[in-house]
């Protein structure tokens, strides 16, 4: 929506986010010397709060909702927008589960006496400042601001224009915690101006931002990562690969890849393209494909997949026949239920066809032979490589991190989920005895 | 140098890099998967053609020698440029040196079962293509490329157009080395054209180089943080702290401060400010600066500094008065025999003063409460935070690195000293026997 409230001007906008800048800017040196208990006393506080203030939440929340469908946004969109009073206690019990985190902050490791008898090692340390720009679900503001905190930054959140009344009354809710417990609370600020320039003003100030997190579809995420000069924990597509090989274990393989497809449509770790070896095909794709077909999940095939197919006597849905793969389907995310299939001569084929049209998130083989998944867990420049295991897994949650801030297909810093450490950088310190150097 | 063979055109140059970009992504790949046992050997074949070419590579490193004369270079940069019989054993030596190393490619850590019952762990490899941008010295082709090589990493070499003719030599002795091992010799290449767009093309192709490590002096250094659109691991300012308490030891104090000023001027990790407490002011200050005056260093120094060291019948010596500092002086890196020094009231004051005007490159403190010592390591946010040592520890082969390709002031992925493994990521892997997400 466009807020009727907010009459957008790139200079005022500007000299906004700069206070805002600058602000967070300070509170970032004092979280980052917050102790665990006065972080999770924040997240406690703020848990409550969130509990206690539903029905207020969900007045602001109306707010949104009535202005969304006003403009003629879909039932979808309007739903993902509603804060009820399931998402509001899932906030609260978020809140919960990440004060049981394990503090990152202060973690030293690596400890070790070099030649010259001082001690080196490692302290682990927040980033500073953390920006993060995200769509339409007002949720991701408490989750967004308690991994901040946790993690011993200060954060600046963007969330989309059609939360704003939600956003800014739990900016409020949040703030008002930070101050309760006796820290800053500029250490969390959320946007108030719905005036889109405040995107290209915080992915362009790097002396305030240390890095941007984009949580959103793929439009937003392609202009932040071509346009900011902060950098950027990007998250770009998700065309992920499953390779079935010839000796992998037929039913295991049904199971897996019966999962990795139609678990879910939309996540950026679901199988996109699935890749068998031709030894194999013969057995598998009848069978995996028949599962397919009758959960409505279009087939958009290699000529050796159909060939196969139509040989067994595969009766494609009346509603979806076969479709012929193009080269565009190799390349094509399509978080929807659709899956391309193309059968491979060899292990060497299926990964040069990863290196080609992947998108380096999660790829995965399922094969009974050790070399060849040694060979493959290696030899795959992916952020997540599996095997003998849904692509599915590729998570924060499953990947036992306690919480994610998204998922990165950069490869500096964090690659792949990013939790807690993600947000967090190490210094060196050392330990001496009064040595200098000879 | 303006190599009269060249003739700078700017679109050839701009196809020039794109191709070896193109080629040094292909080769990347290849380079991820070589053993160690293969990269040793490019590394050793290459330490034994140096050290049998010497009379060759000295035949080339002199014609930029006279060419530097010709355009009027200095003795010192002339000196820099020279490939000593010393400097060519040197270069030998180093790549016997990386070939010891432990490969850092393929390492597996952290791996743990989740409650899914998968492997959840690490797997560290090479980040793909390096750029090294860097100045006179043609020893650094041979160093940077050993690293690069070590890692699994591709590179492109960009040196100082005053080595065209060393450097060219140099890199046709590498490939040759990468053939001889039968692997690809694009891995290494070094950018055969002195057209000052070069370096503009490499810092502005993300998708043939992933990281550009700049090492040259500070125009090169920020001309390649602000142009940038490929990640830079970045050095910028090294304008090193200490932080004399009032509990330190007073002798290790004159001698770590005497260190880290006087043992070499030029590196980046020298102390350019001292900060003393008032209540050692007295019994330290006459005791160090008359070290200081005596090994020639001008000292800019607060008004308290002034007053103690007058009272105590302090001798500047008659070519150095002492210099009252200036606000400028505090946020200047020297690289030179000049020192600042200020008496300050407080620890607290001192850290104040470190976040105000410090470049967040190496700080310590010398103290012997373990209290204070804590929380200086805790609340200073430097790459390199020390206790009771020479800010000059602040380096790679100290670490125990065993190598450094140079020090990062970044706060993303590697920060402060950087060795193999900051040219190195982590790709998550996952082991499983055929779970699906449930």
Same mark, same amino acid.
């Given at each position: 929506m466009n807020a009727p409230s907010s009459t957008p001007n790139t200079t005022d906008t500007l000299g906004l986010l700069t206070d805002m800048g600058l602000r967070a800017r300070r509170a970032a040196q004092a979280m980052a010397r917050a102790s665990a208990a006065e972080k999770n006393a924040v997240l406690s506080q703020l848990a409550n709060a969130i509990e206690?203030?539903?029905?207020?939440?969900?007045?602001?929340?109306?707010?949104?909702?009535?202005?969304?469908?006003?403009? $003629?946004?879909?039932?979808?969109?309007?739903?993902?927008?509603?804060? !009820?009073?399931? &998402? %509001?206690?899932?906030?609260?019990?978020?809140l919960r589960q990440v004060a049981q985190l394990k503090d990152p902050v202060g973690e030293i490791s690596m400890l070790r006496r070099q030649p010259s008898g001082i001690q080196v090692g490692h302290m682990r340390v927040p980033l500073g400042v953390i920006g993060i720009i995200y769509e339409s679900r007002p949720n991701v503001t408490i989750d967004a601001a308690a991994l901040c905190l946790k993690s011993g930054n200060a954060c600046v959140l963007r969330g989309g224009s059609e939360a704003i009344h939600s956003n800014r009354f739990l900016a409020q809710l949040i703030g008002d915690a930070l101050a309760h417990c006796g820290l800053n609370r500029d250490a969390v600020q959320v946007v108030p101006t719905t005036d889109r320039a405040a995107v290209g003003a915080m992915i362009q100030m790097p002396q305030y931002i240390d890095v941007i997190v984009?949580?959103? $579809?793929?439009?937003?995420?392609?202009?932040?990562?071509?346009?900011? !000069?902060?950098? &950027? %924990?990007?998250?770009?597509?998700?065309?992920?690969?499953i390779y079935v090989d010839d000796e992998a274990d037929l039913e295991m393989a049904v199971r897996v890849c019966d999962n990795a497809k139609t678990q879910r449509y939309s996540p950026c770790n679901t199988m996109e393209t699935l890749l068998v070896h031709q030894g194999l095909a013969q057995a598998f794709l009848p069978r995996i494909c028949a599962i397919y077909v009758q959960k409505g999940v279009e087939l958009r095939v290699c000529p050796a997949t159909r060939q196969i197919l139509e040989a067994s006597g595969?009766?494609?849905?009346?509603?979806?026949?076969?479709?012929?793969?193009?080269?565009?389907?190799?390349?094509?995310?399509?978080?929807?239920?659709?899956?391309?299939?193309?059968?491979?001569?060899?292990?060497?084929?299926?990964?040069?066809?990863?290196?080609?049209?992947?998108?380096?998130?999660?790829?995965?083989?399922?094969?009974?032979?050790?070399?060849?998944?040694?060979?493959?867990?290696?030899?795959?420049?992916?952020?997540s490589v599996m095997v003998n295991a849904s692509t599915r897994f590729a998570d924060g949650f499953e990947y036992g991190l306690g919480a994610e801030i998204g998922i990165s297909t950069n490869k500096l810093h964090a690659r792949g989920p990013v939790?807690?450490?993600?947000?967090?950088?190490?210094?060196?310190?050392?330990?001496?005895?009064g040595q200098v150097r000879g």
């Open positions: 206690a203030q539903g029905t207020a939440i969900a007045h602001e929340n109306a707010k949104d909702l009535e202005a969304a469908q006003k403009v $003629g946004h879909d039932a979808a969109f309007v739903d993902r927008l509603r804060l !009820t009073d399931k &998402v %509001i206690a899932g906030m609260a019990e978020g984009p949580r959103g $579809g793929k439009s937003l995420n392609s202009r932040i990562a071509n346009e900011a !000069t902060v950098p &950027v %924990i990007k998250h770009l597509d998700g065309i992920c690969h595969f009766q494609p849905a009346a509603s979806q026949p076969l479709v012929n793969a193009t080269e565009e389907d190799w390349s094509t995310e399509y978080l929807a239920p659709i899956l391309s299939i193309r059968v491979v001569e060899t292990m060497e084929t299926a990964m040069a066809h990863i290196a080609q049209y992947g998108s380096a998130h999660t790829e995965a083989i399922l094969t009974m032979n050790h070399a060849k998944a040694m060979r493959f867990l290696r030899e795959v420049d992916s952020s939790g807690l450490e993600g947000l967090t950088s190490q210094k060196w310190i050392v330990l001496g005895e």
